[in-house]
């Protein structure tokens, strides 16, 4: 398997545009997560999907930010309009979430950078 | 130990000393902890887990040791190799599918 799949691995963007960060799960995995990770404030979880329902967004900071899960196999996070505090590596994972304590595979990751 | 600052806090090994990172965690609730390898440029990566009803477990030259009464986890890692330069992450869980991360720290590895 090739792992969890994320693109792209590198976006700079213009405040106040729209940016698309993409994630395909591992095959067979029902469970995703979407984490921001920053200097100052490490690896913060943003949203949890489980078959394909967001089940946990209370860690979407604010109404720019918004996630989906068209299917099983594709999740998609968006910020509209997107700020320079949102500069970050963003990392999707996934794993089978059928048992609490099955190991997340966390994906490559896609450093944004907003200017 | 977990930073609360803009840096993280690093440990400087030579090439086959034996590592300790440290991790203190926050709830007394939690039951189950993972340690995570970052490597730069990459995501975390698993390295190994140990439930609260266990106080060690060992895996290929790594150890974890966990003490629950003040709620404290340590990696241990023989032999150190520069392959092992990272950051190091601690996890726990108490009840809830998602993990609360810890800070992170740096591991350099001199030849």
């Known amino acids: 398997d090739a792992g969890v799949i994320q693109s792209p691995r590198h976006e700079v963007t213009e405040m106040g545009q729209e940016v698309t960060l993409r994630c395909k799960p591992i095959s067979g995995h029902n469970s995703l997560f979407w984490y921001r990770q920053t200097m100052m404030r490490g690896l913060e979880l943003l949203i949890y999907f489980n078959n394909n329902v967001p089940i946990d967004d209370s860690g979407m900071p604010e109404d720019r930010f918004s996630a989906k899960m068209p299917n099983a196999s594709f999740s998609t996070l968006k910020i509209q309009p997107s700020e320079p505090r949102d500069s970050a590596v963003y990392f999707c994972?996934?794993?089978?979430?059928?048992?609490?304590?099955?190991?997340?595979?966390f994906g490559p990751g896609t450093r944004l950078t907003v200017l | 130990g977990e930073s609360v600052g803009l840096h993280l806090p690093t440990l400087s090994v030579q090439e086959g000393d034996n590592s300790i990172i440290n991790c203190a965690y926050s709830n007394s609730a939690s039951d189950y902890f993972i340690w995570y390898k970052q490597e730069s440029g990459k995501g975390p990566q698993f390295i190994i887990d140990i439930r609260s009803n266990m106080d060690k477990r060992q895996g290929q030259r790594v150890t974890v040791l966990l003490n629950k009464t003040v709620k404290h986890l340590s990696l241990q890692i023989a032999a150190t190799q520069p392959g092992d330069s990272a950051v190091y992450f601690c996890?726990?869980?108490?009840?809830?599918?998602?993990?609360?991360f810890g800070r992170g720290t740096s591991l350099i590895v001199h030849p």
């Open positions: 996890a726990e869980k108490g009840g809830s599918y998602i993990p609360t």
């Open positions: 994972a996934s794993t089978w979430g059928g048992t609490r304590d099955n190991e997340q595979f």
